[in-house]
């Protein structure tokens, strides 16, 4: 597995500002082997990035020696895919499109991709399950037809959004798409808060998952205060990482801490070694 931290765990990440150079270097210093850009409508790296620009920071990647596999799009936070807006849900999948358009001219082999809201702690939208579900499914679909033009996975992720907490569902939408392109970009700390155990959705999800990101969290607290530095919370590792072994699961494995602070980096880096050695 690929020991892997997070743009958005940088500096001034969050804010698309810290620049990828410095962000290389220093994801490279602090002990890992790669990194997961991220894609934004403003900062370093935006959505009418030009291809220039990319092939610029895809040299800087080369050269870096560290492995920038993914991308990751928070773009549905602001633009919901699955709104009762139409103009708003037309929107997101073109911001999506051109993020896939990014990712390929960086070199990921996969993109981030958060399916749409019913409910979040972190958005205003509150939209019916029924039509959510039928709205995410256009917009993979749609989706999907660039993905599968580009050679880009469509990495689905389980998050905070009110959309697919059963493993099950997950795994039949996902499946419903029959492409290669379509694949689970699984979040084992984002599944502690409602009460899921992250080892038994990698049995069921098994091979559909393509990439992985790691945070804990702590069950006492309950909402999004209480995500934690590794090793911190309630993530039952030792059983989770024997899932993902036994699923074959082998490609990158990115922390993604929020908010920054000093030492951060260094502390995950020292945790993720432990869990990877699991």
């Known amino acids: ?35 997961e850009l991220c894609v934004g409508t403003d900062g370093v790296l935006f959505t009418s990035a030009s291809q220039v620009d990319c092939e610029k920071y895809r040299a800087m990647i080369d050269k870096s020696g560290v492995k920038v596999e993914t991308l990751a799009a928070g773009l549905t936070w602001g633009v919901n895919p699955t709104s009762n ?31 749409g809201v019913v409910k979040s702690p972190i958005s205003l939208d509150v939209i019916r399950y029924d039509h959510a579900v039928e709205r995410a499914r256009e917009a993979v679909k749609e989706l999907l037809d660039t993905a599968e033009k580009l050679n880009v ?33 699984f979040d084992i700390g984002n599944l502690m808060g409602y009460h899921q155990h992250p080892p ?34 309630d993530v039952p590792w030792s059983e989770t990482m024997a899932a993902l ?27 993720m070694d432990k869990i990877l050695a699991l």
């Open 153 to 185: 996975e469509l990495g689905i992720e389980n998050v905070w959004n009110g959309l697919f907490y059963s493993p099950l569902e997950f795994r039949d939408f996902v499946d419903s798409f029959k492409s290669p392109k379509a694949v689970v970009y």
């Open 85 to 115: 807006n139409a103009a708003t849900r037309r929107r997101a999948i073109d911001m999506h499109k051109a993020a896939l358009q990014r990712a390929a001219w960086l070199g990921c082999q996969t993109m981030l991709y958060v399916p």
């Open 200 to 233: 038994h959705w990698i049995e069921l999800l098994g091979k559909r998952i393509k990439r992985v990101h790691v945070k804990d969290f702590k069950n006492a607290i309950g909402n999004l205060n209480g995500f934690c530095d590794l090793l911190a919370g």
């Open 1 to 35: 597995m690929i020991k892997s931290i997070s743009y958005w765990s940088m500096k001034d990440g969050l804010a698309g500002t810290h620049p990828i150079a410095d962000a290389l270097k220093i994801a490279k210093e602090t002990g890992y082997q790669g990194l």
């Open 245 to 271: 072994r036994a699923v074959g699961y082998d490609r990158t494995m990115t922390a993604e801490m929020i908010p920054w602070d000093p030492g951060m980096l260094e502390r995950t880096s020292v945790a």
